[in-house]
């Protein structure tokens, strides 16, 4: 599994706009990948960072979160 504060870094600090995040990368189980993105978006909230988009594609093995962001 991959760290949650290295994403959320990311999020906040990076350069990028665009991104597509592989929710089952972050969370053990898949099916609370709601409760995922309500907590991803609130911390954003907080850090000022606007969500411009937000889509979420699921299929069997991966749910990917397309997500679009304004500094």
């Known amino acids: 599994m991959l760290d949650k504060d290295e994403l959320i870094y990311n999020l906040v600090f990076s350069e990028e ?4 995040i592989n929710i089952a990368d972050y ?3 898949i099916y609370q990948y709601d409760v995922f ?3 991803m978006k609130s911390i954003l ?3 000022k960072v606007m969500v411009l988009e937000s889509k979420v594609e699921v299929d ?3 749910i990917i979160w397309k997500l679009k962001v304004k500094k």
């Open 60 to 62: 069997l093995n991966n």
């Open 27 to 29: 969370i053990k189980d």
């Open 37 to 39: 993105i309500d907590e």
């Open 45 to 47: 909230k907080k850090s």
């Open 17 to 20: 706009n665009v991104y597509d």
